[in-house]
């Protein structure tokens, strides 16, 4: 074999090891970007999943302080409503929570907060005996809708399972 040939194989060999080094390195590299993915996604999983247990929970301890007459209904079917809008929009929709959400499409209108103390004391009055004479008419409703949510498992959210 001349010079020349060997140098030109010497010189491929060289250029050959070198490339498989640095295929080895991205190879390497990419390896540890996967498993840093996966661990990433574990996380996020587990954190969506400590939210929705958190909501979940909040959404029982609501019903529950309704039940025990802690809070008002109207008040608890505005909160649960909002909790539930974040967890699970579909369980809203079930006929489960039927008359909660007549309650609720009723009482949206009625005016709170501010709006509520601009209101002269007649009319707050009017409203309160409106809205009071709502929760009589759907208590026992409510109340029933509250003990099926207390218990419902939320099947949706698949993080939660």
Not at 29 to 53: D, G, M, P, T, Y
Not at 81 to 87: D, S
Request: charged share 25%.
């Amino acid at each position: 074999m001349n010079t020349t040939a060997l140098l030109f194989v010497s010189l491929g060999s060289v250029i050959i090891l070198v490339l498989a080094g640095y295929a080895w390195h991205l190879f390497s590299k990419l390896r540890v970007l996967e498993k840093e993915q996966v661990q990433a996604n574990i996380a996020a999983e587990e954190k969506i999943k400590s939210f929705q247990q958190e909501l979940i929970n909040d959404v029982r301890f609501i019903a529950r302080a309704v039940l025990a007459e802690q809070c008002e209904i109207t008040e608890g079917v505005i909160r649960i409503h909002f909790l539930i809008a974040k967890l699970d929009p579909d369980t809203w929709k079930n006929e489960g929570l039927k008359v909660t959400r007549q309650h609720y499409a009723t009482t949206l209108t009625m005016p709170i907060l501010d709006a509520y103390k601009a209101l002269s004391k007649q009319e707050q009055f009017k409203l309160d005996n409106e809205r009071f004479l709502l929760e009589q008419e759907h208590k026992a409703d409510i109340h029933n809708e509250f003990k099926w949510l207390i218990s419902y498992d939320f099947p949706a959210v698949t993080l939660v399972h």
